[in-house]
């Protein structure tokens, strides 16, 4: 999903951490220990604040008592390694030159992004390429080096040794988890667990373990909600009583514009993989939020986008396959092709969502081109985003493993929603598509208002590219990711990085002066992947999270 990223409005309602998922958090604490280092805190007692109680919790160096007659659990990357069932960075040689030519181009690009960053804004989150300097933001709590993380899986892909030395060593030396600051729980997720993880089960660097363990127990207190759904936002920082500046950490609350102190399907339906992980290499259940879901009634089996984290209830009915609902539907399948094919209540829960889009939100234009309209209380909005782009790529690779019968189907509706994708490219100036695009008024694939004009260096539709190829080795995708690139380096490539552009239809755009992150995280890397053979990151063994970062197939169970 995509949101507003301003800070959430003071007046929110704040939610403490009440005692329940304390356990949890010091599970994953012992996780922490037990992988590296330590998380760094204040000396001394560790307090909570809860409703105005001050309550004393042993400090985080003494173990609880619980913990040690426990014997310790020990991830075997070893063994995970040998479950692998192909070379992480393939082995099949034999292509054409052009293919190689052209992943080599794309190979290029990720270095002069990365380069011009380290250049400018190393340690920011993102780089400005105009002004040659960096950007920090407010979407990550104090967190800083977002690039950096989301930047780590690419390079290693790509063989840039150099680069990759270069980004694991700010890790190591630079990479401070020790900030206070309210954070999305959905970015901070998505971006830094999901890029260490990736880092970690790539390369074996303890560092990258010990650094998502360390972050996921700071993210826990958001699931200290009534029903275990979290909210938004979260306070990152340690908890220092003693200071009157930062007596909040640990504390979540909702984002400031979301409906009465609702929740987004999309936040809190983009952990389970991550989460998973997380639990996988700490030996420590999490949490199931997918049990919420299943109880509380969908209209017409859709899922809307707003839910409360109080009573479990949905709080409006907006459904969207783009912003705010996305990556829910995306977990589910990828749930289910993570556990190797074991997770049949993702599975369901997929299948059951598909159909509910297909029947009420698949639609044809009169030109023959079909979209995912949104669906607000029961009225289309004939309307798609960029971020709904993604869902070609989805629909694909869910279609691999349905049954039989409904495979072609499935496979037919991806390439459908792939090509109206592509015409949202193809009918603009600069060859790269638009924020938004409607089926209206006898508009088919365009922008039809100025401040939906606008292309942030988005993945999704070369990630659609990306698993269509490898569904169907139609050369079209290829055609059309080479279209991508040539586009980006015509508008997008500036003196100092890749900027995105105010305006597709422009002939000569206007920059708005940001290297997103998630360009090097994801579009780079999907374009990389489409010019490569199926055996790097085999889809056999990886799933991608929704940042793009690689996660293994539970082929093993990975424990020692
Ligand atoms: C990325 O952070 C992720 O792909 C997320 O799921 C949606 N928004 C951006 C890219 O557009």
Redesign the pocket.
């Known amino acids: 999903?995509?949101l507003p990223r301003s800070p959430p409005a003071a007046a929110e309602p704040r939610h403490a951490s009440p005692a329940a998922p304390r356990r949890l958090r010091e599970k994953l604490r012992t996780a922490a220990r037990v992988a590296g280092p330590p998380a760094r805190t204040a000396p001394g007692s560790r307090q909570q604040v809860r409703g105005g109680e001050r309550r004393t919790e042993p400090a985080t160096g003494a173990p609880p008592p619980a913990r040690e007659t426990r014997a310790p659990f020990r991830f075997d990357y070893e063994r995970f390694r040998r479950s692998l069932r192909h070379p992480v960075r393939g082995g099949r040689p034999g292509e054409d030159p052009e293919t190689r030519a052209r992943r080599m181009k794309i190979k290029e690009m990720m270095k002069f992004a990365w380069d011009n960053y380290k250049q400018y804004a190393l340690g920011k989150n993102e780089l400005r390429p105009l002004t040659k300097n960096g950007h920090i933001g407010n979407m990550f709590g104090g967190l800083r080096g977002a690039t950096v993380v989301d930047a780590l899986d690419t390079l290693y892909i790509m063989e840039l040794e150099e680069e990759f030395q270069e980004a694991k060593k700010w890790v190591e030396k630079s990479f401070d988890l020790n900030v206070n600051g309210e954070a999305s729980l959905f970015?901070v997720n998505?971006?830094y667990i999901g890029g260490l993880l990736a880092a970690y089960y790539l390369t074996g660097e303890e560092v990258f373990k010990s650094k998502a363990l360390e972050l996921g127990e700071k993210l826990l207190p958001a699931f200290n909600t009534p029903t275990g759904i979290p909210r938004g936002v979260i306070n990152l920082g340690r908890q220092d009583t003693r200071s009157l500046f930062s007596p909040c950490s640990g504390m979540s609350w909702s984002w400031g514009w979301a409906s009465a102190g609702s929740s987004i399907l999309a936040e809190f339906g983009?952990l389970h993989l991550e989460f998973l992980h997380l639990s996988e290499l700490s030996g420590n259940p999490v949490m199931n939020i997918r049990k919420v879901l299943n109880r509380v009634e969908k209209p017409q089996g859709l899922y809307p986008n707003f839910l409360s984290p109080v009573t479990g209830n949905w709080v409006q009915h907006h459904v969207s396959i783009g912003g705010l609902g996305?990556?829910f539907y995306e977990y589910l399948v990828k749930s289910w092709l993570m556990s190797d094919k074991k997770d049949s209540e993702a599975k369901k829960m997929y299948d059951d969502a598909l159909e509910a889009i297909e029947k009420h939100l698949v639609k044809k234009s009169a030109g023959g081109l079909t979209y995912i309209a949104e669906w607000r209380g029961g009225v289309l909005d004939h309307k798609m985003g960029h971020?709904a782009c993604?869902s070609g790529g989805m629909i694909a690779l869910g279609a691999e493993h349905t049954r039989e019968e409904r495979k072609q189907h499935y496979v037919d509706l991806a390439a459908e929603i792939t090509n109206t994708c592509h015409e949202s490219y193809a009918r603009s100036d600069t060859k790269l598509g638009p924020e938004a695009f409607r089926f209206d008024a006898g508009t088919e694939a365009m922008a039809t208002r100025l401040s939906e004009r606008y292309y942030i260096l988005?993945?999704?539709v070369v990630e659609s590219y990306m698993y269509m190829w490898r569904l169907t080795h139609d050369p079209k995708y290829r055609q059309w990711g080479w279209e991508v690139v040539k586009a980006l380096e015509k508008h997008c490539r500036v003196e100092a990085g890749f900027s995105g552009i105010r305006d597709v239809y422009a002939t000569t755009p206007t920059h708005d002066n940001m290297q997103q992150s998630?360009f090097l995280a994801?579009t780079l890397k999907y374009l990389y992947l489409l010019f490569c053979e199926d055996d790097v990151l085999s889809l056999d063994d990886w799933v991608f999270n929704?940042?793009a970062h690689p996660l293994p197939v539970n082929h093993t169970n990975f424990k020692a």
Request: hydrophobic content about 25%.
């Open positions: 999903t995509d970015e998505i971006r983009t996305d990556s971020l993604f988005r993945p999704e998630f994801e929704t940042e």
